[in-house]
């Protein structure tokens, strides 16, 4: 019996070592071209680089980038404010937006399948070319706004019809809140194109949730109101993780953030290279950072059902 | 269903207020339907139009004059049919080459517990959140520079595509990462007993994965390949840095507004409608770049809406 059982370790052993078989092609990948260049980049930002014949030179300078982006350089700062600020305030909206989407495309409704198409959309519409080239059309935005001011019943734009209705609630609400809202209403086209991939996920979600949990639930006398919090929503926890961290890297990461068109103009000259360097390193600590805190505050509260 | 009466009851006071709900979910859905179309829209109507229609407020969606020409000229522009074709098979090698690498070890990361695999999946969380900007230069100094000890000629490796298929085999092009934790979580949700079943019938790890888990994993490697493939379709970044001589549509389409600018005011007639051609341009070119993707998506999308309804992704 000891025997056997020892047999079946030694076996689990060594169909474990498969393991690194299945995982070689990203350990090398992730050496070679993660790795190296990360370490390679950390060294540019240390240093000064100069142009030779032969290809290019550095010369250690220390941490003189690190001051010039912290310190000196009046854009970095108030871009990287602006893209925190951009993203803390969409999360929750991106957040709840999918989630009541999810909740709504799960069942079954007449051209459901039609509605989910759309819905997904996004997916292929928001990644790079095609999401960057609609900011260099010059008359784009003008042609957008001039049809919708037609439809909100000839309001000069859409966007002064939120301010409008909103400031009738300003005596009740904090103008903070009023201010929010107002851009997120403002946003709402941005808010749902970045939403594609969450509601994706908070479906596959959804439907992990067994209909027996539901149907006990009701048969114990609780209202669809008290399954929804009590059942859904902490059965949710995994996955709002999931589109936390998703969302945050998506934003901090898309093509349409100023700052990101800020390294990447740094990056393409060549005198300002290491300068570049510098900016996107304190710009992925800020990412890791942000990611990594989120991370822990949420996981600690998440249920897991196993 | 047959009884009139029934039907009155059912649209009878007291279920005014599920009417109601239902009301409001059909103009939410509607509403955010029309809302992705929306730009759509704008832009089908924009690239029939006349340069005189765009700055005309009387036209609304309904240009003055259908101005067909638009799409013949811009197929010129783009170089389109060239342009598309050197996109297409290089977004279906690069998507395929992804899906293979990315299913494979994000197998690996959920079914067998080796040493050093929670630090390994760290780095693919690291690759996950890293910007591409941060590594890209080196790397391309790196791919530059690279001749295997003196075996291969200068440039072996830049100005064709594989360093982008280098990348992708091994799971390393940009959001390759998150492909990894999709794969992995899909196939953390399969049993173990099929694998034990397929291994006491004799088959070896080696096979279970590619005769069986392959084929069961079909709607998360869809997923997965419509990903890679409109990643890669729309890539201006890895696809300049790499192979900048090849033709693809985002570039054409990232050009139009730049390049073109000299040649379209040649030959435009009007004195201040170069902005606006160029406009009309840049949207019909939109919209032709797109148009190969919403085709390949409405194919793929009952596969794909499929795997979302199965997927367990657990976070």
Known sequence: MKRMKRRKQLLAAKRNRYGYLFVAPFLIGFALFTLLPILQSILFSLSDLKLTFTGYELSFAGLKSYQRALLVDADVRRLIVNALVQTFTQLPVILAFSFFAALLLKNPFPGRGLARSIFFLPVIMVSGVIASIDNSNLTLATMMNRNTADLVNGVATSFSANKLILSLFSDAIPAFVLDFLGKAVDGIYDIIMASGLQIIIFIGGLNTISPSVFEASSIEGATAWESFWKITFPMMGPYLLLNTVYTIIDSFLNVKNPLILTIQNYLMSFSEFSFGSAVSWIYFGIILLVVGVTLAIISKRVFYYE | ?315
């Not at chain 2, 007993?193 to 088959?203: H, N, V």
């Not at chain 2, 090849?246 to 389409?253: A, C, G, P, V, Y």
Request: proline residues 4%; contains cysteine.
């Open chain 2, 1 to 315: 269903m047959n009884d009139p009466r029934s039907l009155l009851r059912r649209l009878g006071p007291r279920h005014w207020g599920k009417w109601a709900l239902s009301l409001a979910k059909a103009v939410f859905i509607l509403g955010i339907c029309f809302t992705i179309l929306y730009p759509l829209i704008v832009k089908f109507s924009m690239s029939l139009m006349d340069q005189r229609d765009l700055f005309d407020r009387m036209v609304k969606f309904i240009p003055n004059t259908l101005r067909l020409s638009n799409y013949p000229e811009l197929i010129g522009y783009m170089k389109y049919w060239t342009a598309l074709g050197n996109t297409l098979w290089l977004s279906l090698a690069v998507a395929l080459a992804q899906v293979f690498s990315s299913s494979l070890v994000g197998y690996g990361f959920a079914k067998f517990d080796f040493k050093g695999k929670g630090l390994l999946f760290a780095c693919v969380l690291v690759a996950m959140v890293l910007p591409p900007f941060v590594s890209i230069t080196p790397l391309y100094l790196n791919f530059k520079s690279f001749h295997l000890f003196g075996l291969l000629p200068a440039d072996a490796l830049v100005g064709n595509p594989a360093p982008l298929l280098i990348l992708s085999l091994t799971a390393s092009a940009p959001r390759c990462a998150l492909y990894v934790f999709l794969a992995r979580q899909f196939f953390r949700g399969v049993p173990k007993e099929i694998e034990e079943a397929a291994s006491i019938d004799g088959a070896g790890t080696v096979r279970v994965y590619f005769s069986l888990m392959l084929r069961m994993a079909s709607s998360i490697l869809v997923t997965i390949f419509l990903f890679a493939f409109v990643w890669q379709y729309s890539d201006t970044l890895f696809t300049g840095m790499f192979y900048s001589g090849l033709d693809t549509l985002s570039k054409r389409l990232y050009l139009l507004g730049y390049t073109f600018g000299a040649a379209i005011s040649m030959d435009a007639s009007g004195t201040a409608g170069n902005i606006g051609y160029i406009s009309i341009m840049q949207a019909t070119g939109t919209l032709m770049t797109i148009l190969p993707l919403v085709i390949l998506y409405f194919f793929m999308q009952k596969t794909f809406v499929q795997s979302v309804e199965r997927t367990g992704l657990v976070g």
